[in-house]
């Protein structure tokens, strides 16, 4: 498969002809589904009992990335989700409360990076509680979601939303008419084709306007988990299925920020304290977080399980 990425400042996004796309996903070791590059020989396979039960799991060998194999069905993946805390009303929007430190961190950064935004576009706006929290700092907010009933619930507080299983097929903002920013808080690590989604993000930002992704970066505990796991089976099985949770993909940042460049995107910044998502989380997380954000900060080593990424796409 090829594909035809344009340089960061020529103001195009990659291309992917139609034929291309469905191949990332259909042709299980073709193209790595998190970078979108053809898959180099690698017989790095695992099994992960995860809550989509026992599943089969691959690593590219050219990105780091651990990727779940198999096809990939929207169907399927929402009814997943609404099993899943963040699929049911209840928990949902109690999970919009308990988010509320990275909502306001990520707002703050819009601020910072792109302070005459007014438009924003939540990807997998879940029970909108990041669209709430924009509106109430004078954000004109939208979102997409795969959950039927999440779309309905945030039409219902006012915002305009959509089903949508990809970006492709996104009608609120188009590239006659583009978004501010495009937000993508926790929901990357479900695609099934990065570089498509990521592509499809570049056609919907206006020239000069704002990614941001709020990235689980987990791919490091992975492979602890399989080191330490023939001397430590249940420990590291257990570091393993908290890593890759329900997941599709777990890639390593420095991989993912080269994907987001190769998409169009220039880096604007990468802050791991601000994926922190509650100062009520654990303080194992919270500890991860600290060193996680000086470790980035002084050596560009990552050791945080997430980061908030602010990236931009060059003026035209």
Request: contains cysteine; charged residues 20%; proline residues 6%.
């Amino acid at each position: 498969m090829s594909v035809n990425v344009a340089s960061k400042n020529s103001g195009s996004p990659p291309v992917f002809t139609r034929k291309q796309q469905p191949q990332l996903v259909a042709e299980k070791f073709a193209a790595c589904p998190a970078c979108g590059r053809p898959g180099k020989q690698n017989t790095t396979r695992l099994q992960v009992a995860s809550p989509r039960g026992e599943s089969s799991w691959a690593k590219c060998g050219d990105c780091g990335a651990y990727h779940l194999i198999g096809e990939y069905d929207c169907a399927i993946e929402a009814a997943h989700t609404v099993q899943m805390p963040w699929g049911q009303l209840r928990a949902g929007v109690r999970l919009n409360d308990f988010k509320k430190r990275m909502f306001n961190a990520t707002l703050a950064g819009i601020n910072k990076h792109a302070s005459d935004a007014k438009t924003i576009l939540d990807v997998g706006c879940s029970f909108g509680g990041f669209l709430l929290e924009a509106r109430r700092q004078g954000y004109d907010g939208s979102g997409v979601d795969i959950v039927p009933e999440a779309v309905d619930y945030v039409k219902q507080q006012g915002f305009a939303a959509e089903e949508c299983e990809s970006l492709e097929n996104c009608h609120l903002f188009s590239e006659q008419n583009p978004v501010d920013v495009l937000t993508v808080l926790d929901a990357h690590i479900y695609w099934p084709n990065q570089p498509a989604e990521l592509a499809a993000a570049w056609r919907l930002i206006r020239p000069g306007g704002l990614l941001v992704m709020r990235v689980i970066t987990k791919s490091h505990f992975v492979s602890i988990g399989r080191a330490i796991r023939p001397i430590a089976p249940k420990f590291g099985k257990l570091l393993i299925r908290r890593s890759v949770t329900d997941h599709r993909f777990c890639m390593p940042l420095k991989s993912l920020l080269h994907t987001i460049e190769a998409c169009g995107f220039s880096i604007e910044s990468v802050v791991p304290r601000d994926a922190q998502h509650s100062d009520e989380s654990s303080i194992a997380v919270r500890s991860l977080f600290a060193i996680g954000q000086l470790s980035w900060k002084m050596l560009r080593c990552h050791l945080a399980p997430g980061a908030m990424i602010y990236a931009r796409k060059p003026n035209a």
